[in-house]
């Protein structure tokens, strides 16, 4: 590791190491009354470690990139001909550091980043990660409990699923698009898919065939048919077992 002699300059830059994807922590809030300026990312192809690139960062700063072991990158940061700072990337790890409003980061590949706070057009992008619903708990005619469920993709995705346990919560089993019926003690669970949208329906075999259809997203009960269903009867829990 080569040693780094800070000045004692107001715009020494701080710098860490973080492991890859930590550089989601940069983004802290803002009040720079900078304008918003990007620089482009040098990847540093391996060649000699005494030929560096540079990258003209957001401040106008430059930032000089060596290509110092494998897996190991350095980058000398100057304002003029002063030396703020050097950042070291190691191991896969990506390094930053700040000074004055100006961002720096340092990838494992050698790339360099900058921004000033305030500005958006450099800024590394956090990809939101997709967050599944809660399961709508039906109680149906049988006795027994529907859990519905989709994945993180949303109804109408294809992640819908339905988990059919006793009322003390133990499960029966489950199905989904791929396996959309099951049948236990003469009772009929099946999810359909009805245009963009999907059912979950429970039909009673045993009692003359009456259906009670749910919205699957709100679980709430859209039709029904036949006598039983009509007068809101269902048979008892039974032995699924």
């Keep these: 590791m080569r040693s780094t002699r800070r000045t004692p300059r107001r715009t020494t830059l701080r710098t860490a190491a973080v492991v890859v994807g930590a550089a989601a922590v940069l ?6 009354a900078f304008a918003d300026s990007s620089a482009g990312v040098g990847a540093v192809a391996p060649g000699a470690p005494g030929a560096p ?12 990139v060596y290509k110092t072991g494998p897996n190991r990158f350095e980058a000398d940061i100057f304002a003029g001909s002063t030396k ?25 590949n050698g790339g360099v980043t900058s921004w000033m706070e305030g500005g958006e057009k450099s800024r590394p992008k956090v990809k939101a990660k997709a967050v599944a619903p809660a399961p709508v708990r039906v109680v149906m005619p049988d006795g027994r409990i529907a859990k519905l469920a989709a994945d993180g993709a949303g109804e109408g995705a294809g992640g819908e699923r339905a988990v059919i346990s006793l009322p003390d919560g133990e499960v029966l089993g489950a199905i989904d698009l791929r396996h959309p019926s099951a049948v ?5 669970y099946k999810l359909v898919r009805d245009g963009e949208r999907v059912k979950f329906v429970v039909i009673d075999g045993r009692g003359g065939g009456s259906s009670w259809v749910y919205d699957f997203g709100s679980g709430k009960l859209v039709e029904a048919y036949g006598a039983g269903a009509r007068a809101g009867a269902g048979a008892g829990s039974g032995g699924l077992r």
């Design 27 to 32: 983004a802290v809030p803002v009040g720079s």
């Design 53 to 64: 690139v540079v990258v003209r960062l957001a401040d106008g700063a430059v930032a000089k």
């Design 84 to 108: 703020l700072d050097t950042l070291v990337s190691r191991g896969g790890g990506v390094a930053y550091g700040r000074s004055d409003g100006l961002r720096v980061v340092l990838q494992p």
């Design 184 to 188: 236990h003690d003469g009772w009929t």
